[in-house]
């Protein structure tokens, strides 16, 4: 993340190295610090401070009230914090794993989404569901899966995902105040990345909604999010080697989607590589891809591709790399972009 | 810095829960075998007259409601109407026991329940008719939208009543739920969470026997659905669910159990549900007419008017007075379900967000254009140019 190290030194002057858990973990805090009405819960969010320690001191801090090992039931969870919200209360809560929120699918559907159009807006459901998804930790089956793509199906959910530390922190901070539900879906293999930040005095941040150029390019734009950003950052460094000069947008939001932002890039560009680890049939990229087509038909000299997982079960760990896109594939798809028609 | 030095922080410090024993013998929490009964035993004699006579009033008042919503789905006025006609008592005594300050959290088969405890019984009807899915604030009558998925408002009922308890109010949720409902996994969450929290519930199962047309024998290998309760830590209380009396008793003490901090009771209410699943539904495919007609002879506004006449609390007159009443608030219900509701069709667009995303306003302009062109921009119903839907 060298942008976004470079951001925060010149902010604060006494930046330090911080990894991604350390700042969403701050980013709790201090919310939970500012609105008594933030709650916490999930499973081993207390003691332990989560399995990825992203909760660490909190319980120790706010007490087992407000930061709350739970019963081992992500439904309950999630719809026990329907009902708190219900109450006035701007529950957080933490889904473990990827693949471990599918029991509590249905009242994210049925009633978190939901609540607010069911309700003609009498009754907003201020619930942020954290679930550290994607693959490339090596960890075994159902703990790898990307699921943005069931996320953003569903109207009422805000689907956002952060890349960088300084947007752990702050779409965090952004998505805990909000009076509307926000899956936040948290990179794990970012977790450890780090960039100088300070918490003392942290990045403001747009709100949820708006894409960022993380490299500005003339030759193409690379149109990713989440755990697919260094590769990104990775692939365009490596193109200049080929002559091409790649813009990289960073969607940190699916929804709602930044089409002004992604639409002036490719207008700029005339190419576009959507980059993503889900799988790519019903996945974002096809969502991104028309609607990139929609907007910038006639600027574009190349057909929108994609670069995307396989269109398989998240693979056992000894197989990832085959199916997580990596600087290589990013890098081909680039070369498929009709280079020949610019000459 | 601590949370006691931030400003603010001394608005709101959370409750913690009562000091918890672990329990060493399950039998305080186990059922009795047979459903508690009031009327038609000695205890019915200590019964409040009073009390009797309002619960009499409302279950025939709710009867008198189930019989006109179920005409008003043969009119096209309803899109579907689950009757809970045979499970007034349930329904009746779920509302009667919660003080204002308490939560009702009803399944789509409770209209009644909300309609009792003081819900418009026009309102209370929008999901059902179909114009909009809850066309009431909950926070203003604490009642949670009626739930059609099964269960799942069950763990809401929890989250609800322990955010209650950790701001310190005294409050109580009341959650409904079928017996098909106890096999959903939402069901067991809930009452898991519940006892874990000691939080101050009340879940109410109505056993009507059957599932749509699934019988309760296909449903569970329990002896009772109330003992359930012994495995999660919490009561479990058999009633009979046609006995107003006994459903307001067990309700009451399950819900000043909740309201003294000592947490969460499962109430079985063994009832029959004497219509179809819903109008739509033919019950004559799954269920004898010999079965129906037992069940008959055991209404619970018979079981009461037999007390009360018994006793000289009631009589002729007194029936007629409480039947006008019932009719005065069915043909006040007819006149106001005839009358077409003004819809507007951009509201679809207006609850989605808190702000509507920049897909959202495409779209509604979209719709905008078509009605327009259907309505014509100068439409005078409409000052916006949007036209009124009808």
């Given at each position: 993340m060298s942008t976004a190290a470079a951001t925060a030194g010149e902010r604060t002057g006494r930046a330090k190295p911080a990894t991604m858990a350390q700042a969403l973990g701050r980013a709790l805090r201090d919310s939970m610090a500012e609105d008594p009405t933030v709650h916490v819960l999930g499973e081993d969010v207390g003691t332990l401070g989560g399995v990825f320690r992203v909760t660490d001191g909190l319980a120790k801090e706010f007490g087992d009230e407000r930061c709350t090992d739970t019963p081992l039931a992500e439904a309950g969870i999630l719809g026990a914090a329907v009902g708190m919200a219900m109450y006035g209360l701007r529950p957080v809560v933490e889904m473990q794993f990827d693949a471990f929120a599918y029991p509590a699918f249905e009242q994210l559907v049925s009633h978190v989404a939901k609540m607010r159009n069911r309700t003609g807006g009498a009754m907003p459901m201020p619930i942020t569901v954290r679930v550290p998804y994607g693959g490339g930790i090596g960890g075994v089956e159902h703990h790898s899966d990307s699921s943005e793509a069931y996320y953003m199906a569903t109207p009422g959910l805000h689907v956002v995902m952060p890349a960088t530390v300084d947007d752990a922190y702050g779409l965090l901070r952004e998505s805990i105040a909000s009076d509307d539900p926000v899956v936040f879906l948290e990179p794990k293999r970012l977790y450890w990345s780090k960039a100088d930040w300070s918490p003392d005095a942290p990045a403001s941040v747009e709100p949820i909604g708006r894409a960022v150029v993380r490299r500005p390019g003339r030759s193409a734009t690379l149109i990713t999010y989440g755990p697919s950003l260094p590769v990104c950052l990775e692939a365009a460094e490596a193109a200049t080697a080929e002559g091409w000069d790649l813009e990289v947008v960073d969607?940190?939001?699916?929804?709602?989607?930044?089409d002004e932002t992604v639409a002036a890039s490719v207008r700029r560009t005339g190419r576009a590589v959507v980059v993503h680890e889900s799988s790519g049939f019903g996945g974002p990229g096809g969502e991104i891809a028309a609607r990139v087509t929609e907007r910038c038909f006639h600027h574009l000299e190349a057909p929108v591709l994609r670069v995307a997982g396989f269109d398989i079960p998240y693979p056992p760990p000894m197989q990832e790399r085959h199916h997580l896109p990596g600087v290589d594939r990013v890098l081909d798809a680039v070369a498929r972009l009709q280079w020949e028609a610019e000459s | 810095m601590t949370v006691q030095e931030l400003p603010g922080a001394a608005v709101y410090r959370p409750t913690p829960p009562p000091a918890w024993k672990p329990l060493t013998d399950p039998a305080p929490l186990l059922p009795d075998p047979e459903p508690f009964r009031v009327l038609g035993t000695d205890a019915a004699a200590g019964a409040d007259p009073e009390l009797l006579l309002r619960l009499y009033a409302e279950l025939v008042r709710g009867r008198r409601y189930n019989a006109q919503a179920t005409a008003l789905t043969k009119q096209g006025r309803l899109a579907v109407y689950p009757s809970s006609t045979g499970q007034e008592a349930c329904e009746i005594a779920a509302a009667l026991v919660l003080e204002d300050r308490d939560w009702l959290f009803p399944s789509y088969r409770d209209t009644l329940a909300a309609v009792a405890r003081g819900l418009d019984p026009v309102e209370a009807l929008t999901l059902l008719r179909g114009d909009r899915h809850t066309g009431y604030d909950p926070r203003e009558h604490r009642i949670a939208p009626?739930?059609?998925?099964?269960?799942?408002?069950l763990p809401h009922a929890v989250g609800l009543a322990h955010a209650a308890r950790l701001k310190g109010d005294d409050v109580v949720a009341l959650a409904m739920v079928g017996d098909g409902g106890t096999s959903e996994g939402d069901f067991h969450e809930a009452l898991n969470f519940a006892a874990v929290w000691r939080a101050p519930v009340v879940f109410l199962v109505q056993n009507n026997g059957f599932a749509i047309s699934v019988p309760l024998a296909k449903q569970t290998a329990a002896p009772s659905l109330a003992h359930k309760a012994v495995g999660y830590g919490m009561p479990g209380r058999l009633v009979d669910g046609n006995d107003a009396a006994a459903m307001h008793q067990v309700l009451s003490e399950a819900v000043a159990r909740a309201r003294r901090g000592e947490g969460p009771t499962l109430v079985e209410a063994v009832t029959?549900?004497?219509?179809?699943?819903?109008?739509?539904?033919?019950?004559t495919r799954y269920r004898g007419d010999s079965e129906v007609e037992t069940w008959r002879a055991h209404d619970p506004i018979k079981l009461l008017e037999r007390e009360l006449t018994g006793r000289g609390l009631l009589d002729e007159d007194g029936m007629s007075t409480v039947r006008e009443g019932a009719e005065r608030m069915a043909e006040g219900l007819r006149e106001q379900m005839n009358a077409d509701p003004v819809l507007d069709p951009m509201d679809l667009f207006?609850?989605?967000?808190?702000q509507q995303t920049g897909q959202l306003r495409e779209q509604a302009d979209r719709l905008r254009v078509e009605l327009d062109a259907e309505h014509g921009p100068n439409d005078e119903n409409d000052e916006n140019g949007v036209g009124d839907g009808r």
């Open positions: 969607l940190r939001s699916l929804v709602p989607f930044d | 009626l739930c059609t998925p099964l269960a799942t408002q029959y549900r004497m219509d179809a699943h819903t109008n739509a539904d033919d019950a207006a609850h989605v967000y808190e």
